[in-house]
């Protein structure tokens, strides 16, 4: 077969199984055009009707036997490339691997895959990761379906649940080439199940816990004729939680769409949102370094308070095949969030007292629109001979941000952590509009694959933003600030195939964070520019036959400058002069050495470090060179085994551990590092159907998840749950 035709076969099975897309202008051309092309199979000959029937077999591997290096993914490259081809450390969780797990939210999932942390908290969503040394929002930039999601004051608060979700894929390291500012440290990819035309799919869930937990959920997908198929996930789950200020209520919807008139085009309306009336739980205050046994399961929230979040993403995804080895695609998409928050945030223990003080009484709103189109061309083809890879496009977005805010948040009181009366909400500050943000992003990107021998592939990338930010203080006559930024970012990696069960690579990269907010202006300022980093890297991945595995280890070496520090002769002068580092070590191990019997494990070591920061404290400079960056873990380390004991039984049990992470930059307190073991246990009836009791936190211990040296959010203790699951 001709290479144009194995790239066109290729094409027509990508169309039947998977919905990329195309808008923008001259849409209605492009879909007329599609319409009217006839999708005729080639003709059935005599000759190929007598060919015999062949059967392949193959032992399966389990699912959590494996890193899925060879499955292609939308995540470390536009290109379509097997983690295996991308010169770059790039982890897939599968859905297999999320229900046998007993997943249910997000984050918990990305934090089983390697050099993942979390750091979470109401105010940030609950969503805030940490990776190879950098912390937040705004240098781990999340996605849904590969569009970004615009940090709107260090928050992000969607995706939340695993149901609509068909993998998570983290690329590590810089990714700012691929999808903009804000990505020093990895991008999380929440991949949600799409329409299928091949075959239909009906699957159902219900879980009941401790704490009056219950959740359920419904997915239903496939065709409805030949060229409409569906997607539908809806979920919800309730809780009232370990304590007062736990409870929540959720629900969840992932709808999709598809128009495939033949098998050069397709397209794709899709919604996800979900409704969130989550925990009020801000933390529990530390007495003598660790919190009291009896106060863990203590509210110290006001009794009206609120956070609730709700969100929208509306997309229309195009394909369109124009010719042999060349694909258009293109997204529009607009993205809502409406968050509000009220409560009492602060608690700190006073011995002399024996009360605690609450301050921060905080009341706030987000209203965030996000409306953009990302196009972008493919070409695959031959050039001098060598099979080359090629994508260029333009990514286009405005987000508008209006926050809402009782600044500067005034209220305390006092209360016994014996016996708290909780009290009402009460701020001497009206609660109205603070601040008014626009930020408008024009990008061009093109993204590039050799393949210059059998053994060697190189990948390169570029990509320049244009960048401005207007913001207007509200509550001021002050003039607007409105600032731009002209970033160019790029990569340059190659991989070396030493034989089909082992591959080095190698890849330099750049990046830019911002330095606050990416809807906020540190300080009101217009004078700061980006932070800038760059990263170097090595690694090898490869197979372990003999294990029925797979492996990977990556070194890594990033530095980020342009941190704003306080000049050091005149403390009251901030200077964008800051800057730090980390180099790391990661490795990720996944094999089934007997069968029925599975080992996944990971481990991340950091060495990250302020090289050049001061803080002002009391009228002069503090210098915090050399030390721990805040929130940083400097050691993480996962594990999960499964072991099929009998043909209907399978039992899962696994460990998390989470280095200590100082509280501030002087590393004068640290939150504790911790272990936390989970289990589960799982009966299949059927092959429809299965029954799994889970456990999390085995031994009940009591940890903070993050917080400060004065409060620590706790995780949750010993917790069993158990699922139903049915296929019909």
């Not at 903009?180 to 239909?200: E, H, W």
């Not at 830019?512 to 217009?526: F, H, I, K, R």
């Not at 009251?572 to 089934?592: C, H, N």
């Not at 481990?603 to 915090?624: C, N, T, W």
Request: charged share 20%.
């Amino acid at each position: 077969m001709s290479l144009g035709g194995l790239v066109r076969a290729q094409l027509c099975a990508l169309a039947h199984h998977r919905a990329i897309a195309l808008t923008g202008p001259g849409v209605l051309l492009v879909a007329a055009n599609a319409a009217a092309q006839t999708a005729a199979p080639p003709a059935d000959t005599a000759a190929q009707r007598a060919l015999p029937a062949v059967t392949v077999s193959s032992e399966a591997v389990a699912h959590d036997a494996s890193l899925n290096q060879l499955q292609p993914q939308e995540t470390g490259s536009r290109l379509g490339l097997t983690a295996r081809e991308t010169p770059a450390s790039v982890s897939v969780m599968s859905r297999e691997q999320i229900l046998s797990r007993n997943i249910m939210r997000t984050q918990d999932a990305v934090v089983s895959l390697t050099g993942i942390a979390e750091m979470p908290a109401p105010g940030n969503g609950f969503s805030s990761l940490s990776a190879r040394g950098f912390v937040g929002h705004n240098s781990v930039a999340q996605l849904l379906d590969g569009t970004r999601l615009t940090v709107a004051a260090g928050t992000v608060t969607y995706p939340f649940s695993t149901w609509p979700i068909e993998s998570i894929q983290v690329l590590r390291g810089p990714a700012s080439v691929l999808y903009g500012d804000g990505a020093i440290g990895a991008v999380v990819n929440y991949v949600t199940k799409q329409p299928l035309f091949d075959r239909s799919e009906r699957e159902a869930y219900v879980s009941l816990g401790q704490h009056r937990t219950i959740s359920g959920g419904v997915g239903l997908r496939g065709p409805i004729s030949d060229a409409l198929a569906y997607s539908a996930y809806v979920d919800a789950a309730h809780s009232s939680g370990v304590r007062r200020d736990s409870q929540y209520d959720r629900q969840n919807a992932s709808l999709a769409l598809t128009f495939r008139p033949n098998a050069r085009f397709a397209a794709t309306m899709s919604f996800d949102g979900g409704h969130n009336d989550d925990t009020t739980y801000f933390g529990t205050p530390t007495r003598d370094g660790g919190v009291p046994r009896e106060w863990r399961r203590t509210s110290f929230n006001v009794s009206d308070a609120r956070v609730r979040y709700n969100d929208q993403a509306w997309r229309l995804r195009l394909r369109h095949d124009v010719a042999d080895g060349v694909q258009l695609r293109n997204e529009t998409y607009h993205l809502r969030s409406n968050r509000v928050w009220r409560n009492a945030e602060d608690y700190t223990f006073v011995p002399a007292s024996g009360l605690v003080d609450r301050t921060d009484f905080l009341h706030i709103g987000h209203g965030v629109k996000q409306t953009g189109n990302r196009f972008e061309a493919q070409v695959n083809g031959e050039v001098a001979g060598m099979r080359h890879r090629l994508v260029a496009g333009l990514d286009a977005y405005r987000t508008d941000f209006d926050t809402l805010s009782n600044s500067p948040y005034g209220g305390a009181d006092r209360v016994d952590p014996g016996q708290v009366d909780p009290g009402v909400f009460l701020s001497p500050v009206p609660y109205g509009l603070a601040r008014r943000s626009d930020l408008t992003t024009t990008a061009l990107f093109v993204e590039s694959h050799w393949t210059l021998t059998p053994q060697w592939t190189v990948l390169g990338g570029l990509r320049a933003d244009r960048i401005r930010l207007h913001t207007q203080n509200m509550r001021t006559s002050a003039a607007p600030d409105d600032v731009r930024y002209s970033p160019v970012t790029g990569r340059l990696g190659a991989v070396w195939k030493a034989s089909d069960a082992l591959s080095l690579y190698g890849q330099f990269a750049t990046a830019t964070d911002p330095v606050s907010g990416a809807l906020a202006l540190p300080g009101g300022t217009t004078s700061y520019d980006l932070t800038r980093g760059r990263q170097a890297e090595v690694g090898v991945k490869g197979d372990v036959p003999a294990l029925r595995g797979e492996w990977s280890v990556a070194l890594y070496r990033i530095d980020k400058r342009k941190l704003l520090t306080r000049d050091v002769d005149n403390p009251a002068l901030t200077q964008q002069i800051g800057s730090q580092s980390s180099t790391g070590l990661e490795l990720a191990f996944a094999a089934e050495p007997v069968r029925g019997w599975t080992v996944d494990a990971n481990a991340a070591l950091v060495r990250a470090r302020y090289d050049q920061f001061a803080a002002a404290s009391a009228g002069r400079a503090v210098i915090y060179d050399g030390n721990v960056p805040t929130g940083v873990p400097q050691r993480l380390f996962n594990v999960w085994s499964t072991w099929q004991f009998l043909p209907q039984w399978q039992l899962g049990a696994g460990l998390q551990y989470v280095g200590k992470r100082p509280t501030n930059p002087a590393n004068s307190g640290y939150l504790p590092g911790y272990t936390v073991a989970n289990a589960s246990l799982t009966y299949r009836p059927t092959q429809a159907s299965s029954i799994s009791l889970g456990v999390r936190n085995l031994g009940n211990r009591i940890y903070p998840v993050s917080g400060s040296t004065n409060r620590w959010l706790l995780g949750e203790p010993r917790t069993a749950t158990l699922t139903g699951r049915i296929t019909f």
